[in-house]
């Protein structure tokens, strides 16, 4: 379930070492949203019944006029605790995600940036899922889309 966000909670999640190179932590994400209005950010709680096991952000709708931002749909993080990963909660949440951005009728893909790297990275997660690179990088990360 992903619900609003109990922030002392979703604070305290953490991934791997190894995944830290390509996830900010939770902290991190709460400042960068609070100042960055202008990217539109959607954030919630990952839980399985009441416990707190990850975290989503996204951009939610960038107007056009914001071309400093990718979007106007960008999944901007997506992090399950160490404790709780290999159990499908990630692909479940990211259902979730994709079914919030294809409530917008205008919504035509969901783009996500990573971060150049091997070890740890989430990019086998992102492309068995169904986003493929898009051709072009974004601030030092590789574009990537999911068509919906």
Partial sequence: MIAEV??????????????SAYVADNAES?????????????????YVGDV??????????????????????????L???????RRGYGRRALDLVVEHVRADPAATELLLSLV??????PRGFYEHYG??????????????VLPL
């Avoid at 992090?79 to 990963?85: A, F, K, L, S, V």
Wanted: net charge negative.
């Fill in 6 to 19: 109990d922030r002392p909670a979703i604070e305290a999640l953490s991934v791997t070492e190894e995944q």
């Fill in 30 to 46: 709460f400042v960068e949203a609070a100042e960055t209005p202008g990217a539109m950010p959607w954030y919630r709680g990952i």
């Fill in 52 to 77: 707190p096991v990850g975290f989503a952000m996204i951009s939610d709708n960038i107007p056009p006029d914001r071309s400093e931002y990718l979007g106007p749909y960008f999944l901007w993080r």
């Fill in 79 to 85: 992090m399950i605790d160490t404790r709780w990963q």
């Fill in 116 to 121: 150049p790297g091997t070890a740890g990275s």
């Fill in 131 to 144: 986003f493929r690179p898009r051709g072009d990088w974004f601030d030092g990360e590789e574009v990537y």
